[in-house]
């Protein structure tokens, strides 16, 4: 894809294809200047921070509850949580876009948020109720001795200690919100669409074009790995938290 980036269309198309060639950037300067790509990459980025923030508030307290409470019918209920994600995307399309539709949220970032809200939701709660699970009762308890109530020990005690694994659990959802096609595609429009759109527009009537695409995807990963990288600590501990028993 990055090579593909940078070349022209004569070196993309040549027979063996040539790996390294000098450099040509006219592809990046179509995408940056020919289209208004600076909007749609805010479009993309108010969208995934929203979704990740809403998941990850809604998930959290959710997660906690499974967690920490003990209720009739608590496995039923988790393993409908995880049903949700088995649902065919392409079966809830007609039923969002007309919800949306009624609720005057289409090409919105309001509806976009809410619809990938609902898909990143189960995810992070089965992850994070995992990551609670970590967490010792008995430093929740110390807590309520001191005087903590029970959200306050959520928020000051529980929460810093799964902190690594929240972060696993945010990265994952800001992916899926940030990859999304189907539903931007559906539920957006001029004002709210995001760069998976973006780049299938490139697939023309003439045919596609390659090396606009592929500057297009390469720019689009550039927010992933750099919050990767940035996040790469709490990731490694994340992952691992709880797969060591003392």
Sequence with gaps: MLS?????ELQ????????FVTPVFDSYRQVLFQVPFLQYFANSLIVAVGTTLGAMVLGALAAYGFSRFAFRG???????????RMVPRIALVVPYFLMMLRLGLLDTYTGLILAYVSFALPF?????????DEVPRDIEEAAFV??????RAFRDVVLPLAAP?????????????WNEFLFALILSGVHSKTLPVVIAGFNT????????MSAAATLV????????????????RGLTLGAVKG
Excluded at 74 to 84: D, G, K, Q, Y
Excluded at 124 to 132: A, D, K, S, V
Excluded at 205 to 212: F, Q, T
Aim: proline share 5%.
């Design 74 to 84: 608590a496995a039923t209920v988790r393993f409908l949580i995880l049903m949700t």
């Design 205 to 212: 009537e003439v045919g596609p074009l390659y090396n606009e």
């Design 124 to 132: 992070t709660i089965w992850l994070m109720i995992g990551f609670f």
């Design 12 to 19: 993309l198309y040549i027979r063996p294809p040539r790996w």
């Design 146 to 151: 001191d005087g903590c109530t029970r959200f």
């Design 221 to 236: 990963m550039i927010p992933t790995v750099i919050l990767t990288l940035a996040l790469q600590r709490h990731v490694v």
């Design 165 to 177: 694994g929240l972060v696993v659990t945010g990265i994952f959802a800001f992916l899926l919100s």
């Design 4 to 8: 593909a980036s940078v070349k022209t």
